[in-house]
């Protein structure tokens, strides 16, 4: 049973601070947006929402998931550059390359 309490405060941590970075990181964008001219709002497109998004759940997923042994580092560290490779390799919408 300890172990078990002592997962659940590990992936509590591992996912709360993430998630509470989001969710800091979107007020400040929106407090931003509010007193410029918009300039954020290109950047800010739907498929570069999603974009970010997935490479937070992937990353905080894939980091509990190893951290409480269900999958190994190896395996970790492929699905965590597979897809945030993938995801960053396809580019965000608004840039000049």
Request: aromatic share 6%.
């Amino acid at each position: 049973m300890v172990g078990t309490l002592d997962q659940l405060k590990l992936v509590a941590v591992l996912l709360g601070i993430p998630f509470a970075s989001m969710a800091i990181c979107w007020l400040i964008l929106m407090a931003t947006m509010r007193k410029t001219t918009g300039e954020l709002k290109l950047f800010l497109t739907p498929d570069n929402l999603v974009k970010g998004m997935t490479i937070v759940f992937v990353v905080s997923v894939t980091s509990v998931l190893a951290v409480i042994r269900i999958i190994e580092g190896g395996a970790a560290c492929a699905i965590l550059s597979g897809i945030v490779g993938y995801t960053l390799g396809t580019g965000f919408k608004g840039d000049k390359s």
